[in-house]
């Protein structure tokens, strides 16, 4: 368990895993946890990722406990009973009892209305975000339970109905409601849940989804595409201004440590640009936040 005292926290090595380490908030947060005596458990899809890693922390000389992990592609569940395995076998190596944390971050998404979305990636959206969270968590719960430990859940305000990213928001809205349940089929076995309700973030998604977004245009059906483009354009437009306000993942990565480390951690944190906001909206009732956003769009 952490070490505390009254000069602060000392994690002495707990081990934590994390989805999504391959960049963006994933990426910073496995490293800023390493930084501070974590033993991190960096998931990524690719090797090259894990090398990536691996390679910073050799040239870093300061975090020998950051493990990159690989490969895991949350949409192949297949894949998760050979990663506890290499986890078990680490931890029981370093003299540790069981998982302190699991940290759900990985993610992705699209720009489309729903009438143009593509269904093949929005089902490995899906499957990624919702199905494969929960697979780590039946997982990781035995181990974590040993610990003592927690769960956090790096999500949106997905509540929100926002038009042009469903895909994002639709898989949140999921996550957010399991996080919650969670939090009280566990209240017996006293571990926490915690969300952590990122606003805008600046991450590798966002020029992403742009890129994927002109592409989008070439492919959809000119009759429909016709249609949405000219506000599809508007919104790049208003989103360039909005882009640059985006909150750095590290400040992120401070909240998850934070979270960690308390003694009694909030069940909710909010972080990044606009967080604050879209929490006041969340508080509104249901008709006058689907009106204030459809005068915004």
């Not at 610990?147 to 305000?157: E, F, K, M």
């Amino acid at each position: 368990m952490i070490a505390r005292d009254s000069k602060g926290y000392f994690p002495n090595r707990e081990g934590v895993l994390i989805t999504g380490c391959s960049s963006g908030i994933g990426r910073a947060t496995a490293i800023h946890l390493a930084q501070r005596g974590f033993t991190v458990f960096a998931i990524v899809r690719k090797q090259a990722d894990a090398e990536s890693l691996r390679g910073l922390s050799e040239a870093s000389g300061t975090m020998p406990n950051l493990i990159p992990i690989s490969p895991l592609d949350l949409t192949r569940l297949e894949q998760i009973p050979r990663v506890m395995e290499t986890v078990a076998e680490e931890l029981k190596r370093r003299g540790k009892e069981g998982l302190y944390a699991l940290i759900n971050s990985a993610g992705g998404g699209s720009v489309a209305r729903i009438e143009l979305m593509d269904l093949d990636s929005f089902r490995t959206e899906l499957q990624a975000r919702v199905l494969g969270s929960v697979a780590m968590v039946q997982a990781c719960l035995p181990m974590i339970r040993r610990a003592r430990g927690r769960i956090v859940w790096i999500v949106t305000p997905a509540t929100l109905p926002t038009p042009y990213v469903t895909s994002i928001h639709a898989s949140d809205f999921a996550v957010n409601c399991i996080a919650r349940t969670l939090e009280i089929e566990l209240k017996p076995c006293k571990i926490p849940n915690i969300m952590i309700r990122c606003g805008a973030i600046k991450t590798a998604a966002v020029p992403r989804s742009n890129a994927e977004l002109e592409a989008s245009f070439k492919t959809w059906p000119p009759e429909r595409s016709a249609l949405y483009e000219p506000a599809l354009r508007q919104w790049q437009e208003d989103m360039t201004e909005f882009d640059a306000k985006r909150t750095e993942p590290e400040r992120v990565a401070k909240v998850v440590f934070k979270a960690l480390c308390a003694e009694k951690p909030m069940r909710r944190y909010s972080i990044g640009h606009m967080a604050r906001a879209a929490a006041f909206l969340e508080s509104l009732p249901q008709p006058v936040v689907d009106w204030i956003l459809a005068k915004r769009f």
